[in-house]
T-cell receptor, first 112, second 114 residues
Framework: GENVEQHPSTLSVQEGDSAVIKCTYSDSASNYFPWYKQELGKRPQLIIDIRSNVGEKKDQRIAVTLNKTAKHFSLHITETQPEDSAVYFCAATSNRDDKIIFGKGTRLHILP | DVKVTQSSRYLVKRTGEKVFLECVQDMDHENMFWYRQDPGLGLRLIYFSYDVKMKEKGDIPEGYSVSREKKERFSLILESASTNQTSMYLC?????????????FGPGTRLTVT
């Protein structure tokens, strides 16, 4: 089955700098890669996703890149702000079923 | 706006008790999921359901069962609670159609087994 590895587990970034979180997956059939953000005490929410027919997707300060050959994808947050502090989960799934396999999460701290 | 609710935010049970966690979604979603969330382990899938009365095991089904008698409701059952089932439990549902994979999460139930 699919296995998703996520790094780093914790990341501290100065406010205004960029943050990058990286994930790898094992199943070449995976074709959909969402990212979820979970603020403290709240539920995870989808912030951006990418499908396998696209190499990059941007939404304001957030971007996701996908390298299908290497089976890795990354989340990039530019001009970080205090409200970006949260746990971020990457995930992967395929057309086989609607199961989403999550990475273990990255706790992002934005330092003032 | 999609709404996924869970029956309790906090629950304390004793070892050996039977525990029911309920999840209700109001958007006619076909898919529903139960996860547990533990520090350093992320979100691990316990069970999921594609339709009424259908269920499939996730990655960690041992010690759990589920029930889906109605489309909007998905219950997680701990037959005999143990201390290693102390965790945060999150329910989710997903949309059919074009954005079928996006999962909408409930607020979570923090279960403590003593």
């Amino acid at each position: 089955g699919e296995n998703v590895e996520q790094h780093p587990s914790t990341l501290s970034v100065q406010e205004g700098d960029s943050a990058v979180i990286k994930c790898t997956y094992s199943d070449s059939a995976s074709n959909y890669f969402p990212w979820y953000k979970q603020e403290l005490g709240k539920r995870p929410q989808l912030i951006i996703d990418i499908r396998s027919n696209v190499g990059e997707k941007k939404d304001q300060r957030i971007a996701v890149t996908l390298n299908k050959t290497a089976k890795h994808f990354s989340l990039h947050i530019t001009e970080t702000q205090p409200e970006d502090s949260a746990v971020y989960f990457c995930a992967a799934t395929s057309n086989r079923d609607d199961k989403i396999i999550f990475g273990k999460g990255t706790r992002l701290h934005i330092l003032p | 706006d999609v709404k996924v609710t869970q029956s309790s935010r906090y629950l304390v049970k004793r070892t050996g008790e039977k525990v029911f966690l309920e999840c209700v979604q109001d958007m006619d979603h076909e898919n529903m999921f139960w996860y547990r969330q533990d520090p350093g382990l992320g979100l691990r899938l316990i069970y999921f359901s594609y339709d009424v009365k259908m269920k499939e095991k996730g990655d960690i089904p041992e010690g759990y069962s589920v029930s889906r008698e109605k489309k909007e409701r998905f219950s997680l059952i701990l037959e005999s609670a143990s201390t290693n089932q102390t965790s945060m439990y999150l329910c989710a549902s997903s949309t059919p159609g074009g954005r079928r994979y996006e999962q909408y999460f409930g607020p979570g139930t923090r279960l403590t087994v003593t």
